[in-house]
């Protein structure tokens, strides 16, 4: 015998290649194009004075970066939980509230860290198919389960299910916990966020890294009810006291009162996808009608694998999977006008 | 029913106070009382050139730190495994390494953090009782287990053990993973760290927050074989595919690179201790030989909680738990000379 026979083996989330040349049009991970608010570089050369602080742990209740949350959101403090990207908050968030027999339901075509999360913890599991359309089917859900987890808008389709429908989902879940994953919310989705004053079983998660332009400082957050933030709480102070840094805490905070340069930026963004919708559609690409920073589109002339080896030729990188329904398709995200007009280019180069 | 059936259910781990209060002495969470080295501030101005970069996420592979603690320890890149803070890389260890059915070892005067992981994970464990001197008996951990965690030197004790004491009980546990956790060892421990080559279950856990005056970013690493940090990482992956944000690459490999000013600072420490140690032992004071930046010390006078009052009450924050066999202990960080001063006249004045 070895100490392998101990070991928790699993298959590990392949995160979208972050590329160290710079020479490159990198739209495959969904990042925001411009850079982070003029505060957050305020901020940065505020630490200069404070840099004899880093001697010290950081604030553990993270005082600063919630407080500016709670003010910018509206929410009361205690109903705020943050962590190093909203990966840190939903790994928690697994390991925190899926702890049933039961399967836990998620969509099969999704943010494919989901059952990476459950392979690792052991939560059993049942992924539900998306509709053709690459629509969720509320009633889907209304199973017996052990918990439920959306992302609305839904990566990689783009696609957004209407706020109503989200709610039935919680409605008809009463006795499990309904995570709703609004990464993209930001960029035309509507948040479920005024529903944790009616269901205690809620948890909305949202994220720092795309339309707040601070994916390199990983900061991740979630709304819920008091006690259900306070179980998550615990479980994160079981796991480590300090998960926030210092910089994380005072830039944080700087990203998210800028609320003018939040507007502008993901107004811009916008602006860009319905640009790129238009020329991707004259192109012959089909796609959902996305409220994302991404486009999830398939080409009625080549398959995706060719056109995404073609991209990477000419120095684009998008992304897509080797998987069953959707292995057609590219996930574009939206890049500067520059940008997106260089990759119509390229496309028109490659499908002619 | 509710979602709260399901919920995990924990009691967290209960960090040192941070006071948000600034005129105390604060000796209570063994901080390092010098600035971080000049080279972090360097790169902290330098990433006032590169915060556009904030809008991408950081290197996954963490490459630019794990090089420069590679070249620091002059071991390989593939040896070195990098976490938030030593306590996220020991929740990973946890998680990945204790999977058996059978209990993990460790000291019952010891981090308080480990039964915390253990209790989190499900883990079954077993807290081998210190002998009455507070020394480990490494033939006590030489009995069946699941997994071995030792603290070297130990908290809050700050007894080190020999070296080939710590070697006795790695080879005796041939078919577990042992974690040794070298969170003090700069301050005159020596380090397992070239045991590595010989066991491949040895997994070895240091941080920038004590020796390196980097607590308030949050980093930590370990050492290991090269399979043996594969599974690591792929629990890592499994779990935050970005855990250290781009501060704390950049900072970090900057703290990592100045081994002057590391050797001047540790050294500092040390003769403060030594010092303190004369002082505590003249106003009768017992502790053991302390290896580490603090000294866990009981008065012959005055039982534990008196004094931690009466120190709190002139503005000087200690460390103390109220658990068997060491409730009239204090734990005392080490500050700087003047601080060491304030702390020695403050306690002349009590037990007088």
């Known amino acids: 015998m070895s100490y392998e026979a101990n070991v928790r083996k699993v298959v590990p989330y392949v995160p979208g290649e972050q590329p160290k040349v710079t020479n490159l049009i990198k739209l495959n991970t969904n990042e925001n194009p411009y850079p982070p ?11 200069e004075e404070k840099i004899e602080r880093l001697k010290l742990y950081p604030d553990p209740t993270c005082e600063k970066l919630i407080d500016a949350i709670a003010k ?4 009361d403090k205690e109903k705020i ?20 027999d039961k399967q836990v339901l998620f969509p099969d075509i999704t943010y494919s860290f989901y059952d990476v999360w459950a392979d690792l913890y052991r939560i059993p599991y049942k992924q539900i198919p998306l509709k053709s359309d690459f629509t969720i089917e509320p009633s889907d859900y209304f199973i017996d389960n052990g918990g439920v987890v959306i992302a609305n808008p839904n990566a990689p389709t783009g696609e957004a299910l209407a706020l109503d429908k989200v709610e039935e989902i919680i409605k008809n879940n009463p006795d499990v916990v309904v995570i709703v994953d609004e990464a993209y919310v930001d ?3 509507v948040s479920v966020l005024p529903l944790i004053e009616r269901y205690e079983n809620l948890l909305v998660v949202q994220t720092f890294s795309k339309s707040r332009s601070m994916a390199g400082m990983r900061i991740g957050y979630a709304f819920g009810n008091p006690k259900l933030i306070k179980y998550l709480s615990d479980v994160k102070f079981s796991f480590n006291s300090y998960t926030m840094n210092a910089t994380s805490l005072e830039l944080g905070a700087a990203a998210v009162s800028d609320k003018e340069y939040f507007d502008k930026t993901r107004n811009m963004v916008i602006k860009t996808r319905e640009w790129t919708k238009g020329e991707l559609k004259r192109l012959g690409f089909t796609f959902a009608d996305s409220k994302t920073n991404f486009i999830f589109a398939k080409s009625d002339k080549l398959p995706g694998k060719v056109i995404f080896d073609e991209l990477r030729a000419r120095n684009i990188i998008v992304r897509r999977w080797d998987k069953e329904r959707i292995n057609d398709y590219l996930r ?17 180069e490659i499908l002619k």
């Open 37 to 47: 608010s003029p505060l957050v570089l305020k901020a940065l050369k505020d630490m």
């Open 72 to 75: 910018a959101y509206k929410v």
């Open 81 to 100: 939980f943050v962590g190093v990207g909203s990966d840190d908050v939903l790994a928690m968030a697994f390991l925190a509230f899926f702890n049933s």
């Open 187 to 189: 960029f035309g989705g």
């Open 332 to 348: 574009i995200s939206i890049g500067t006008d520059e940008e997106m007009q260089e990759l119509i280019k390229a496309l028109e």
